[in-house]
């Protein structure tokens, strides 16, 4: 089984900075895909932020410049370093990771629990 847990959400005032951090543990043979999705109230889950094992990164429009997504491949872990905050970045994040499993597997998306990111103005 593969477990993702995130950290890092909280309470920070706009033009503040937070980091985000999503730590895969388990059965991992290879992580190829990891990103990160956001869903604030009432709106549908958008993704942030992705980071493909080549290497190739992509942001959504309203974060690119303040957003930057890394991997530390070695320990399973990816951040999201979030800068020049604003409210409307106040939303639950969530991570993802495209695991396989072992060899030869189909990439398998798991998903950590969410954590809350609330900007004030």
């Known amino acids: 089984q593969v477990q993702l847990v995130e950290s890092g959400g909280g309470l920070v005032q706009a033009g503040g900075s937070l980091r985000l951090s999503c730590a895969a543990s388990?059965?991992?043979?290879?992580?190829?895909?990891m990103g990160w999705y956001r869903q604030a109230p009432g709106k549908q889950r958008e993704l942030v932020a992705r980071?493909?094992?080549?290497?190739?990164?992509n942001y959504a429009d309203s974060v690119k410049g303040r957003f930057t997504i890394s991997r530390d491949n070695a320990k399973n872990v990816m951040y999201l370093q979030m800068d020049s905050l604003k409210p409307e970045d106040t939303a639950v994040y969530y991570c993802?990771?495209?695991?396989?499993?072992?060899?030869?597997?189909?990439?398998?998306?798991?998903w950590g629990q969410g954590t809350q990111v609330t900007v004030s103005s």
């Open positions: 993802y990771a495209v695991v396989q499993l072992q060899l030869h597997d189909l990439g398998i998306p798991y």
């Open positions: 980071l493909i094992r080549s290497g190739t990164t």
């Open positions: 388990g059965s991992i043979f290879s992580i190829n895909d």
